[in-house]
């Protein structure tokens, strides 16, 4: 979302460079341990040939499929950036209290539309939302958009208006197919039950609502598109050919 996909995400903060990670924007990114270590396997085979951003795609590619969704062929020759990106993190990657106008906006920047928009918010369908990012919907009062019986179910996944980001406290994003990559995500939000104030939006706004709706209806409309967009998302003005470089640690610029 920030330039491309390049990788720039996974650099830690070394050598004069402050790492994408330390922003609130990427709070709960977690795990990143598994692309270092399908790299180093990657090292030992072919050195400096697999770069880390193609290893960022097709890990999401094939982390769709063991979650029920479909394959979605994705281009390869991504390089690394040499660079992070932490100083402008905050004006390319949408917030959950955006508006949607402004949320549809950043992704139209990079070519994907309102329909592909909507359906890569999709991807909420699986995983979880951290209580730090969810809490001004339920106190001190709660958001009355929100499905009453939901929001005391929320309230008991996140019992104090101040979590504790260390403690790890979270709520599903769906509790009915929590692990499945389909369309439940836009039932949820058409029932009021969407955990970010940005979900309730796109339900809610009379540019977005209709395909909502539509996603809602017809799951296979929904995978159709949000495959699409993924393509789109991954395609963004890739590094190829001499920009960039091939890291052999995802975690550190190459030192020559």
Do not use: W
């Not at 330390?22 to 085979?45: C, H």
């Amino acid at each position: 979302m920030i330039q491309s996909c390049d990788a720039s995400l996974l650099l830690e903060s070394a050598n004069g460079i402050e790492s994408e990670k330390a922003s609130q924007r990427n709070f709960g990114m977690r795990n990143l341990k598994y692309v270092n270590t399908i790299k180093d396997a990657v090292e030992a085979e072919c050195p400096l040939t697999v770069s880390c951003a193609d290893i960022v795609a097709l890990s999401a590619r094939d982390g769709i499929v063991m979650l029920g969704g479909p394959r979605i062929e994705m281009k390869t020759g991504r390089r690394d950036s040499k660079k992070s990106y932490a100083a402008v993190v905050e004006d390319f990657l949408p917030n959950h209290n955006d508006s949607m106008s402004l949320v549809l906006s950043r992704f139209q920047s990079i070519g994907i539309d309102t329909e592909g928009t909507v359906a890569l918010l999709g991807g909420h369908s699986v995983g979880r939302v951290h209580c730090v990012n969810l809490v001004q919907r339920l106190y001190p009062t709660v958001d009355p958009s929100l499905d009453p019986e939901y929001a005391e179910y929320l309230k008991g996944r996140c019992p104090t208006p101040v979590p504790d980001p260390e403690e790890v406290q979270y709520a599903r994003n769906d509790r009915e197919t929590p692990m499945i990559l389909d369309n439940m995500y836009y039932k949820n939000i058409l029932k009021h039950k969407g955990l970010l104030l940005v979900d309730q939006q796109l339900a809610s706004d009379p540019i977005t609502s209709p395909f909502v709706e539509k996603m809602a209806g017809d799951n296979g409309y929904f995978l159709d598109q949000f495959s699409r967009a993924v393509v789109l998302l991954s395609e963004n003005n890739p590094l190829t050919d001499d920009q960039g470089e091939i890291r052999k640690d995802c975690r550190y610029v190459n030192t020559n």
